[in-house]
């Protein structure tokens, strides 16, 4: 069996180095937020290219938190609209709910999963913002977002949960929008061993902002300027989240190198393989496929033993709890929604395990 994702094998390489931290945090006693935190936000900051970082409990909660911090600040406002892709994963969705904003879904095209930029009109003036998320690793089309954004008063929030590194013309995700919103849940391309998310901006303001909304919207000691949340990056992660960043570039050129193989060597008139320019704007969260008799090639996966994910099977606007929008429909989001299969690439599958994973697919016939 080969296993869509090992994250054991994926963090064993650690394992020395963060039980030696582990052992001097329990030492240290210093349990929330402090220097690991800091050490880690200014990292990572670095590392995406922004002016700061404000560590949060999740990328659910970074999205939510950038949301209400635009209400502090007044260019939001309950009720304004955002723009967002039709195929999002839930938690973008959810975040521009949980602010009281109106998620207005845009129709995908089909070779990068993302907004359809033929489709961007001149925007209801309800419309303040626009949501861009990197799916599956690789950046949406930046330029034209950020020139329709300046022509319309808009700002620009990156979902980047899937694309930790991905960059284009020196810009790394998370640099592009005014603000960007992190997820370092386990499987993503930097994972801690828990929760963990992060916002990247280089406001000064509204990073003052954040830092404060989320520990309790606490400005001092004892005085709580915002009615705030709490969604502190986790200490220990931190350190852990340390550790792996060194690795991060190296791992999406490791998933990159093996993006290329797949992208060469699987030959199947009955698979759609990803699109890919082939530069650096893609990490590889994902290798995508799209195959019109899902359920049996399914099967067939089952059979030869190897792992695989949907992402994803139902768009958000078709999910009970969006109940409210489920008279939309958007035929290429739905299509991919069909068809799509998320095949392993990892940067821990052996040279073997690819090698029967292109061997598998190629042997696939109806
Ligand atoms: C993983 C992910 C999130 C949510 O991250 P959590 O840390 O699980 O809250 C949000 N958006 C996208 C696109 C993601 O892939």
């Known amino acids: 069996m080969i296993p869509f994702l090992d994250l054991k094998k ?155 590194g991905a960059t284009l013309q020196e810009k790394k995700a998370g640099s592009f929008g005014e603000t960007a919103a992190f997820s370092f849940y386990p499987t993503k391309n930097l994972g801690a061993l828990g929760d963990g998310g992060a916002i990247t901006t280089s406001d000064a303001n509204l990073a003052t902002i954040l830092k404060s909304l989320r520990n309790y919207g606490r400005s001092a000691a004892h005085t709580n300027e915002y009615v705030g949340f709490n969604s502190r990056l986790d200490a220990l992660q931190a350190l852990f989240l340390s550790e792996k960043l060194k690795s991060v570039s190296a791992e999406n050129q490791t998933r990159q190198n093996l993006a290329i193989r797949y992208l060469a060597e699987i030959k199947n008139p009955l698979i759609k393989l990803p699109f890919w320019l082939g530069s650096a704007n893609h990490v590889f969260y994902l290798f995508v496929i799209l195959v019109k008799d899902r359920a049996s090639f399914l099967s067939y996966l089952d059979l030869n033993g190897i792992g695989y994910l949907l992402h994803y099977p139902v768009p958000p606007y078709q999910q009970q709890a969006l109940k409210s929008y489920a008279y939309l429909s958007f035929p290429i989001t739905e299509h991919v929604a069909n068809t799509c299969v998320s095949i392993p690439l990892n940067p821990v599958l052996s040279k073997l395990e690819i090698d029967r994973i292109i061997k598998v697919l190629n042997q696939y016939h109806a």
């Open 10 to 164: 994926l963090n064993a390489p650690y394992e020395d180095v963060f039980k030696t931290k582990f052992s001097e945090f329990l030492a240290n006693g210093n349990y929330i937020l402090g220097d690991a935190v800091v050490a880690f936000e200014s990292q990572f900051a670095n590392f995406c290219g922004t002016d700061y970082c404000i560590g949060t409990g999740s990328g659910l909660d970074a999205l939510r938190l950038i949301f209400e911090a635009y209400k502090i600040q007044g260019k939001l406002k309950k009720g304004d609209s955002v723009l967002l892709a039709a195929n999002s994963y839930i938690a973008t969705v959810l975040a521009v709910l949980h602010a009281g904003l109106k998620p207005v879904f845009v129709e995908i095209e089909s070779a990068i999963f993302n907004i359809d930029l033929e489709l961007l009109s001149k925007p209801e003036a309800s419309v303040k913002a626009i949501l861009i998320t990197h799916l599956y690793g690789q950046l949406g089309p930046m330029n034209a977002i950020l020139a329709y954004a300046k022509e319309h008063d808009l700002l620009v929030v990156e979902d980047a949960s899937q694309a930790h």
